[in-house]
C-alpha cells in the first residue's frame, strides 16, 4: 500500500538523519460576477518569458523568542494526523512571533522588521527536513508585488523539497493564471526568495499565496462574525483529509446514489466504470468529501451547502447520462425535472462551465497525483450580488506533477478525468468532476476553444521559457539550496513518490531538463487533441 511504502520510506529517513514587483498585469472586471481579478499583461501577446532578477531577494525572519531551541518551530513540528498515522511523537506546527524583513534584488527594503506569525503548513510534507512555512503578518502585508500588488496577512513559503527541479508548482501556476485569468478567475501567484531564519540561510523557497476568500484571491462574500444565515459564500475544497476536519466544517455528498461513472481515456472508457464511494475490501480509494474552508456560523450553513453541492452534481449526472434536465426549487433546496430547458442549460444554470473546463485543462496538462484526492477548489455566493454557479478556481499543490510521480510518464493519453491511482493506497480513483461531462460535444467544444487560444497566444511556449531560463539563471542559487538539503542527492524520504527518470536525477539541472522534456511530450499530445 502507498501509506505503508510511503511509512516506512520516511520512517528510514528520520532515522538517518526577481525583483519586488513580479510582471506588469492588468486590471479587469468581470462584469456578470462582478470580481476584480488579475491577468498577465501578456496574456494575449506572444511576449518571451520575463526571467527573474538576480541576485533573488531575501526574505528574513528573525524570531522575537531568542532561546536555544526556538529553531524548533520550523524544524520538529509534524501536521497532527500524519504524526497519527507515522506515530510519531512531535508537536503540531505552531505559530512563533517573528519579526520579517524583505531585500529586493536591486538591495532596496520592500519590508523591514515587519511583526509576524510563522509556522510549518501542509500535510505529509511536514515530515520532511526542510518543511513549508506559513506567514501571517499582522497587517496586510504585499510581496514582491505579486497578484498585482494586493495586501494580505496570508502568504506561503513552498519547501519544493520533493521536487527536485523545483520548478513544477511555479510552471503550473504561471499557466494557470494566463488560463483562468481570461475567465476573471484566481490562480495564486508566485515567485523564489531566498530565506533566512535568524541569520541563518534556510534555502530556496517559492514564495506564493494562501488559499483563501478575499476579493483579491478566491472573491466570495464573507459573513459578519456570528452571521448564521445562508445567503453567503463558501469556498470549499474537494479534500481526502476532510475526515481531520471538526464536523461543521467538513461533510460528504452520495455522488448521485454513488452512480458509476465512465472514465475519459480517449478510448470510450475501454468499457470501465467507476463508482465514488468504495465498499469494504474493494479496490476503490476511500471515500472523499468535502472541507468547508471559509467562515461559516451555524448547521444551517453546513446542511445547506451540503445538500447544494450534492444536488449540483446530481443535476450534472442526470444531464450527462440520463439527458434529463433538473433545476432548483426557489429555496435552493430541493431539484425539480423540467422541459424549460435543455440538459446542457441545467448545467450552466448552476454551474460555471467555463472555470471547470479551464481547471480540466491545467489539470490535464500537469497529470497531477493528487487531482482525484485533494486540493481541488470550488466556491459559490448566495448573496444578492453574485451569480449563484459553482465555480472551480484555484488551482493547488502540482509538486508531484508533470512526472515527478509516476503518473503518464510519457506525457501521452488523457489523465485527469481518466482512473487513476489514488495517491494514498493507490487503488482505482477518479475525479467524479473532471469526468461528469467528459463526454458531452457542447463541454469538449468549450475545452478545445479555450485549449487553441491559450495555445495560439503562446501561454504553453512561455511556461516551457520560465523552465528553460530559471534552470540557467537560477543555477547558483539551486546549487546553493541543495548544498544545504542534499535532497537531490538523498531522497529517501520521498523516494517512493518518485518516477524512475526522477528518482535517478542527481542535480535540478537534470530534473528541470526532464521536466522540460516531459511538459513539451503534453502539450504535444493535447495540442493533437484539442487545437481546433
Known amino acids: 500500500m502507498k501509506t505503508i511504502c510511503k511509512i516506512i520510506s520516511l520512517s528510514l529517513a528520520v532515522a538517518v538523519l526577481f525583483s519586488c514587483t513580479s510582471e506588469k498585469k492588468l486590471a479587469k472586471k468581470d462584469k456578470k460576477s462582478k470580481r476584480t481579478v488579475s491577468y498577465e499583461a501578456v496574456l494575449n501577446s506572444t511576449d518571451s518569458y520575463e526571467a527573474e532578477a538576480v541576485p533573488l531577494p531575501i526574505l528574513s525572519i528573525e524570531t522575537k523568542n531568542k532561546s536555544k531551541d526556538v529553531m524548533a518551530f520550523i524544524e520538529e513540528p509534524v501536521a497532527t494526523h500524519v504524526a497519527e498515522v507515522i506515530g510519531f511523537d512531535v508537536p503540531a506546527p505552531y505559530y512563533e512571533d517573528c519579526s520579517v524583513s524583505l531585500k529586493c534584488s536591486d538591495g532596496k527594503m520592500q519590508l523591514s522588521q515587519v511583526d509576524a506569525q510563522i509556522k510549518v503548513r501542509g500535510n505529509w510534507t511536514t515530515l520532511y527536513p526542510k518543511k513549508p512555512l506559513r506567514v501571517k503578518f499582522a497587517e496586510k502585508q504585499n510581496v514582491l508585488g505579486l497578484n498585482e500588488g494586493a495586501a494580505f496577512k496570508n502568504w506561503l513559503l513552498l519547501a519544493e523539497y520533493k521536487d527536485c527541479s523545483m520548478l513544477r508548482n511555479k510552471a503550473t501556476l504561471y499557466a494557470a493564471r494566463h488560463i483562468l485569468g481570461a475567465d476573471g478567475l484566481y490562480a495564486a501567484d508566485a515567485d523564489f526568495v531566498q530565506v533566512e531564519v535568524n541569520g541563518e540561510y534556510m534555502g530556496l523557497y517559492l514564495l506564493t499565496e494562501m ?162 484526492w485533494s486540493s481541488f477548489y470550488m466556491d459559490i455566493d448566495f448573496t444578492p450580488e453574485h451569480i449563484k454557479r459553482l465555480t472551480f478556481e484555484a488551482p493547488w499543490d502540482f509538486d508531484s506533477s508533470m512526472g515527478n510521480r509516476p503518473r503518464c510518464v510519457d506525457g501521452q493519453g488523457f489523465y485527469a478525468s481518466n482512473i487513476v491511482p489514488d495517491p494514498d493506497q493507490g487503488n482505482d480513483s477518479i475525479n467524479p468532476w473532471f469526468v461528469l461531462l467528459a463526454y458531452e460535444d457542447w463541454y469538449q467544444d468549450i475545452i478545445k476553444e479555450k485549449w487553441t487560444k491559450a495555445y495560439d497566444n503562446g501561454v504553453f511556449t512561455r511556461v516551457c521559457q520560465m523552465i528553460e531560463s530559471d534552470k540557467e539563471i537560477l543555477e547558483e542559487e539551486f546549487e546553493k539550496n541543495y548544498k544545504k538539503w542534499n535532497n537531490n542527492i538523498d531522497k529517501s524520504f520521498f523516494v517512493m513518490e518518485l518516477s524512475p527518470t526522477e528518482i535517478n536525477t542527481k542535480t535540478e539541472k537534470a530534473s528541470a531538463e526532464y521536466l522540460l522534456e516531459w511538459l513539451q511530450s503534453r502539450i504535444e499530445f493535447l495540442n493533437s487533441q484539442w487545437h481546433k
Open 211 to 372: 488559499q483563501q476568500e478575499s476579493k483579491k484571491r478566491v472573491n466570495v462574500t464573507k459573513p459578519k462574525d456570528g452571521y448564521t444565515g445562508t445567503d453567503i459564500g463558501y469556498f470549499l475544497e474537494f479534500d481526502g483529509y476532510f475526515e481531520n476536519e471538526d464536523e461543521l466544517h467538513k461533510f460528504s455528498i452520495d455522488y448521485a446514489d454513488n452512480a458509476p461513472l465512465k472514465p475519459y481515456d480517449g478510448k470510450g472508457g475501454s468499457g470501465k466504470t467507476i463508482q465514488c464511494l468504495g465498499k469494504s475490501y474493494s479496490n476503490l480509494a476511500k471515500e472523499i468529501g468535502f472541507t468547508i474552508k471559509s467562515d461559516i456560523y451555524s448547521q444551517e450553513q453546513h446542511d445547506f451547502i451540503a445538500n447544494y453541492i450534492n444536488n449540483v452534481y446530481r443535476i450534472m449526472y442526470e444531464a450527462a447520462y440520463n439527458h434529463k434536465a433538473y433545476v432548483f426549487d426557489d429555496k435552493n433546496e430541493k431539484i425539480i425535472e423540467t422541459s424549460e430547458l435543455t440538459p446542457q442549460q441545467a448545467v450552466e444554470k448552476v454551474v460555471d462551465v467555463d472555470s471547470l473546463a479551464d481547471m480540466y485543462i491545467i489539470h490535464e496538462l500537469a497529470c497531477d497525483a493528487d487531482v482525484s
